[in-house]
């Protein structure tokens, strides 16, 4: 498959001077049955401690986090 079309030194250079930076982006590949067993393994191991009674329970004890900050 390969990396898409390219820019050329000038496009690349008309992108940084208008303010963009590049990045590489790396995405979970779902083709991967590795990962496809260890994700469904997640999904069940989540799926059982939903049906459990008390988690609510536990999740408030464990008390406030970063992201409850204003």
């Known amino acids: 498959m390969g990396r898409p ?11 940084i ?6 990045i590489e982006i790396w995405v979970p590949d779902l083709n991967n049955e590795a990962l496809r067993v260890q994700l ?3 999904a069940r191991r989540i799926a059982e401690a939903d049906a459990q009674e008390g988690i609510l329970d536990w999740i ?4 406030p986090t970063d992201w409850d900050k204003p």
């Open 40 to 42: 469904q393994e997640e």
């Open 17 to 22: 001077r208008r303010g963009y930076r590049p």
């Open 5 to 15: 079309t390219e820019l050329s030194p000038e496009e690349r250079a008309d992108l």
């Open 60 to 63: 408030e004890a464990a008390g």
